[in-house]
């Protein structure tokens, strides 16, 4: 079935870099891209970004520009969000989804990252 | 950015109510809406995408209507698993915005 598979929790310090994988499965990873939402403990839903799987193209929030790096690994069908200078407010639920351009239809589990010295 | 209001932010409701719940756009995003319900401790799930248009597999209970600068989900009869919270997003231009979230609770 259609799925998409995160990495598991990390505890970083602050200043720190962490790096969340999602593998994808199940559709042909070029076909969609992938959009990445975090969600502080609590809090809301905040997207973040957007990577093409086909292109590698990116368009990432004002907010998290120079700071975050997307990227997709077609080979294994693996996207990556790396995300850094990491603070005690990044802590959060951070989830990749498979972007269909009118929604997003699949999300992956979540990986918790926590940030704190 | 295109700003996302919800309303109620907190919704309290009886099995078998029907229930409506409005998101704003700041600005004009045609139809480029979705809408997601969340459970605690999960990751949200599509309900309704393109404003009205119901994802595969979504119970017939849940509509959207709306364009523009209005949209509403409504629940047309409650049932249990329907106590959760829900987030509109706009799909109109990057960032994508997400609502703040309407926390459906049972009264």
């Known amino acids: 079935q259609i799925q998409l598979v995160q990495s598991g929790a990390e505890v970083k310090k602050p200043g720190a870099s962490v790096k969340v994988s999602c593998k994808a499965s199940g559709y042909t990873f070029t076909s969609y891209g992938l959009s990445w939402v975090r969600q502080a403990p609590g809090q809301g839903l905040e997207w973040m970004g957007w990577i093409s799987a086909y292109n590698g193209n990116t368009n990432y929030a004002q907010k998290f520009q120079g700071r975050v790096t997307m990227t997709t690994d077609t080979s294994t069908s693996t996207a990556y969000m790396d995300l850094r200078s990491l603070r005690s407010d990044d802590t959060a639920v951070y989830y990749c989804?498979?972007?269909?351009?009118?929604?997003?239809?699949?999300w992956g589990q979540g990986t918790l990252v926590t940030v704190s010295s | 950015d295109i700003q996302m209001t919800q309303s109620p932010s907190t919704l309290s409701a009886s099995v078998g109510d029907r229930v409506t719940i409005t998101c704003r756009a700041s600005q004009s995003i045609s139809r480029w809406l979705a809408w997601y319900q969340q459970k605690p401790g999960k990751a949200p799930n599509l309900l309704i995408y393109e404003a009205s248009i119901l994802q595969n597999g979504v119970p017939s209970g849940f509509s959207g209507s709306g364009s523009g600068t209005e949209f509403t989900l409504t629940i047309s009869s409650l049932q249990p698993d329907d106590f959760a919270t829900y987030y509109c997003q706009q799909y109109h231009s990057y960032p994508y915005t997400f609502g703040q979230g309407t926390k459906l609770e049972i009264k």
């Open positions: 989804a498979r972007d269909r351009v009118d929604a997003l239809d699949i």
